[in-house]
Nanobody
Framework: QVQLVESGGGVVQAGDSLRLSCAAS????????MAWFRQVPGKSREFVAA????????VYGNSMKGRFTISRDNVKNTVVLQMNSLKPEDTAVYYC??????????????WGQGTQVTVSS
C-alpha cells in the first residue's frame, strides 16, 4: 500500500501559478502510475493529469493541456503538478492518486485527502 499527502493548495488570482506536491509513503511510489484529479462540490471527479511509473509518458485533461505539467521524482517519492495561467474554473479540490496509468478514477486504488485550490477573478 501507499499513503499519499497533497500540499501546496491555496488562494491565487487568475493568471497566477501554483505548484501542488504529493508525497508518497509506504510502498515505493515507483511501483505506481500517478495522477491528479479534481472535484468541485456537487460534481464528479475530473481527470487532470497522469504520469507513467517511469515518468516517460504523460497525459492531460483537455482543459489543462499547455497550462499544467505533471512530473515525478521516484527517489524523493513525490509527484508535482505545476499549474500556470490559472483560471477561476480551475477552482476545486485537487487529489493525488496512485494506480495504473490512465484517465479514469477506477484505475487508481490509492488517494490522498485533497488540497483546495481557489482561483479568484
Amino acid at each position: 500500500q501507499v499513503q499519499l499527502v497533497e500540499s501546496g493548495g491555496g488562494v491565487v488570482q487568475a493568471g497566477d501559478s501554483l505548484r501542488l506536491s504529493c508525497a508518497a509513503s509506504g510502498r515505493a511510489m515507483g511501483a505506481y502510475a500517478m495522477a491528479w484529479f479534481r472535484q468541485v462540490p456537487g460534481k464528479s471527479r475530473e481527470f487532470v493529469a497522469a504520469i507513467t511509473r517511469s515518468g516517460d509518458d504523460t497525459v492531460y485533461g483537455n482543459s489543462m493541456k499547455g497550462r499544467f505539467t505533471i512530473s515525478r521524482d521516484n527517489v524523493k517519492n513525490t509527484v508535482v503538478l505545476q499549474m500556470n495561467s490559472l483560471k477561476p474554473e480551475d477552482t476545486a479540490v485537487y487529489y493525488c492518486a496512485a494506480g495504473v496509468y490512465g484517465t479514469f478514477e477506477y484505475q487508481y486504488d490509492y488517494w490522498g485527502q485533497g488540497t483546495q485550490v481557489t482561483v479568484s477573478s
